[in-house]
């Protein structure tokens, strides 16, 4: 006959490197310990100036002994490198959020950049896939590829569009928009000779005149 003492308790899930699967692990262990409450909202604070009852302050130091649980058993779940790995996945989390491409930078810089990013985050047990760093440059592109972002939405598949193809048709527009801007340049040059050509012809008739 079972017994309750003889119930065999689950095991802290422990961190094996892929996020997203152990964060869904540690808080369903969390919540069958009714410890989750604690996560979201932390300790219940007493008002300053306000004198609690008896009831009230068992609450709190319940609350505070239940965190001190919870705390333990995240610790049991990460070792200290883990921990680290972790707090500087948030922060290239965050750094993947707010990328966005600078005025003047190419098309290979940024990808540089933001494929530094997604590779560091892939280091530390997050994998962005193609997809996802697809859908970012697309959003944080300068204004003067809004042409080429809408052309290539409408005619592929984001979905099967990996991050080379998308390279590489990025690197084609900004090719031609700066043989564009060359070509108007050496217009502009051209017709500026010519027109000061003309005024130094008819100033050198007058003189001779």
Sequence with gaps: MTTESSF???AVPRFDGHYDHWAMLIE???????YWG????????????????????????DQTLKDLKAKNYLFQALDRTTRVKLALLQALRKEFEILHMKAGESVNEYFARTLTIAN?????????????VVEKILRSLTHKFDYVVCSIEKSRDI???TIDELQSSLFVHEQRMSTHVEEEHALQITHGDQSGGRGRGRGSSRGRG
């Design 120 to 132: 560091k985050m892939k280091a530390n047990g997050e994998n962005k896939g193609d997809i996802v």
């Design 8 to 10: 065999v308790q689950p």
């Design 38 to 61: 604690l996560i979201e909202n932390g300790i219940p604070a007493a008002t300053e100036g306000v004198i609690l009852t008896d009831a009230q302050r068992k609450h709190i130091e």
């Design 159 to 161: 979905d099967t569009l």
């Design 28 to 34: 369903n262990f969390l919540r069958s310990k009714e």
